[in-house]
């Protein structure tokens, strides 16, 4: 039995001053319910002079980070810097020195989780991360708990708010992707260099992690197929809209005879389903399993208190263990071998917007070109965009189609030369 | 480190009958991820000669609830039986016996699940009920676990499919409450007896042990105020959608200056919120907290499969404890109080229909009684319905309001010569 509970606490950003802080505001809360009391034995950070809006016990700053992993009164180790080094090193020391770790690192985890939780498993020790995939939302520890006696079918998530937070501007306000992103940094949900979010990146870090423990096999940032947002226009909004879809950046993955497929890309979903429905920069998750059926989890993906609510669950699981002397439980082995199933392999809906040249006989140019390649049409708008210029927008939805054939087509269509460019190629999701 | 775990089922319904599928079918799954194999040891059943689908070891049937709580090969007991009695002695008993139990019975742990819980720490074992609401949604484990960190400020729950599914039917169709139970009987979502589900007496059950959880305060069913969908018509929906608004069963916690107000009511809610948009048999809980913010979970509150979901769940987590000889960890106490505050001093909107007749003044009339009772008007609509029997229906949506002022203010109202008939009296629900 453990008198206190000592936390170390790596970084001390948006997240790191949250977490000091509700360590001190709740400390009577926490130690009721963790059996004892949870104490912050030091802080690393950048620069020891700044102001902190948390106040922390004297001496308790350093900028060395040795001087928390060292601390043998550190049993809990939280890292919120963010990045892969030293963030990467410091979690693997932790673990050489016997200390839990709690991240709320996705990079880390996406690109390491297997070697973090491998070596923790050697040391007895828990590694915990549920703050590195959609912030304040529980959606880790429900998958390894709450939803075990199932196999998981597929995940359909909205798991980067900043994208998402553009999306719906784009979709209400009729605005192009450069406005919106605009309006996203100046209200801080962007950063200036917006590309790990716009990109696709930070989703497929997510899904990297999420797969890895839905499919409980190894699935790393590397094997997510991902595109980004960049090229959606307000047009393709307005047509989604006309269509009775909305467009949203999904983080998909699913299983089918052993393989799986693990991708991130803006996806046109029917709008009466709930995801259609998550707005600005919440964040939702949707689970589809074999006994439970579809299990949603939605609220905020980001913030400093909804990321300290998920940083302090874990920590709170950890010091419950080490305060009542139970071993750290097994983690699930990640040695299965999974076949990622490649890009090329994807069936399904395709939406495609080209402007051609306004002539007779150039629709059945483009229809011939997708019926060569097996793709048939489910709807088509025609609209004349400069009456002068003869120039006309077409806008397709498929039947259900291969992407090898569909990018194939895309390659041949391009080159016709009525076609002037091709505007923009969504994947339409559906499901039951 | 035991080389298995043996499962005991009290009840073989449709619940019972999916967990023995289930341990069968996934034995080796199971077996991997808790560590050892879960071997079900016997089930209480009523009736020995009926046929059933899951396919059990010889003589594990038995009609001698007995052979199962005596059985020192049964660790964890999962009483799917459902009721008060005789569930409630059953997992006395058994936790007399030193078993853990899982159990999917709200009636017991809404009723007796602070005297339940004692006795199970007294006795060193484990008592999850994780099925007991909201099927294979999870939501217990999220609240004791992942926002452990929070305080709940409130909760806002659809957690009653039957209701859920007729008042569905009635927006989308226009039918009038018995059409809609029809439906749902025919159907089997509801009972013959449909008295729990559309008085609001399951919902109370969940929302009383919802409550207890997330105010970590003992809250039992007799202090939840419920009230019925049964006085519902479809005039009220149309009038609901005119005004912009769903109406929905909720399950509604809150905790305000150290009171908590937990009622289940139908409820009108802005269209454009997620729980306005949870149709057909599902349920949806947001839990409104002061870190993670507002946290959803949404899936299906019944059935077989789910609902075993949710109770393997709970036995994995007991397995995985037995297997690695890891005691019970502690429960949350339940000790501390509670005030609840009275239905009286709720204060909030409210929409009312009456039928009067149809002259001049009556409005003015209604307006007076209301006024006198510091009661505002936010819109009024009024409909001529019968104009030979100069009829006219007034429909009112008020400003925040006192719940006794609101009562007081039908009451006499009642009584005014002019007004035929009061319809409805529902309370509107408003969150930014």
Redesign the interface.
Known sequence: MKESVGIGLLGMGVVGGGVAS?LGD?SA??A??A?APLKLQGALVRDLSRQRAASLPDGALTTHADDILDNPDVDIVVEVIGGEQPALDYILKSISLGKHVVTANKEVMAKHGAKILSHAQKHGVQVLF?ASVA????II??LL???????VVSINGIINGTTNYILTKMAQEGQDFGVALAAAQELGYAESDPTNDVEGIDAAYKLAILSTLAFRARVSDADVYSEGITHLTAQDFRYASELGYAIKLLAIASKTDGAVHVRVHPAMVRSDV?LA?VDGVLNAIEVQ????????????GA?D??T???V??DV??IA?NIV?G??A??L??LTADVHISPMDALETKYYMRMNVVERPGVFAQILKVLGDLDISIASAIQKETDDDARRAEIVLMTHRAKEASVQAALQAIDKLQVVNEIGSLIRVEEWD
């Open positions: 509700v709740k809360l926490l009721k319910l059996g549920e912030g304040g939302t529980p520890a429900p708990r709450d939803l075990v006696a199932n196999e709930m429905k399993t074999d006994l439970a059926g579809r299990v949603l989890f939605h609220g905020r913030g208190m909804p300290t609510s998920a302090l669950a709170m699981d419950r009542s139970i071993e439980p097994p699930p082995s």
